[in-house]
């Protein structure tokens, strides 16, 4: 009972310290024209391609969210590769939206034309 005790006491200090993330932690939809077994074919490719650069990386990440978060970013770029829909932060969205003016009333004037440019306040030389 004891050596059971202390072995699993060991494999949770173990798991504990583990850098490497389990799976991506953002949302990814099938690209357009994407049928289902294709996003989960790519799906399963980029899965593994993230987790084999984690691990031949040259250095371990620092911490559990830093090795998610390089997981997610070669996740993202592979998926976005492949055709899928991935998310945009915020700051990259541009605003398309362009501001409206109501046009003028038809019974408005056109502006005045001018024939030329003003004449100067001071003489000639």
Known sequence: MLKTLKILIYVSLLSACSTM???PSVLILPGTGKDFNQFH??????????HTQIATAQEEPDSKEEGQQYYDIVYIQC?????QRVPVP???????????????PPDMPAPPQSGGPEPSDYPSQ
Do not use: I, V
């Open 79 to 83: 998926m976005y590769g492949k055709g």
């Open 41 to 50: 074919k790519d799906d399963l490719m980029c899965r593994q391609q993230a």
């Open 90 to 104: 915020g700051e990259l969205m541009y605003e398309t939206r362009q501001e409206w003016h109501s046009p003028p």
């Open 21 to 23: 993330p389990s799976g």
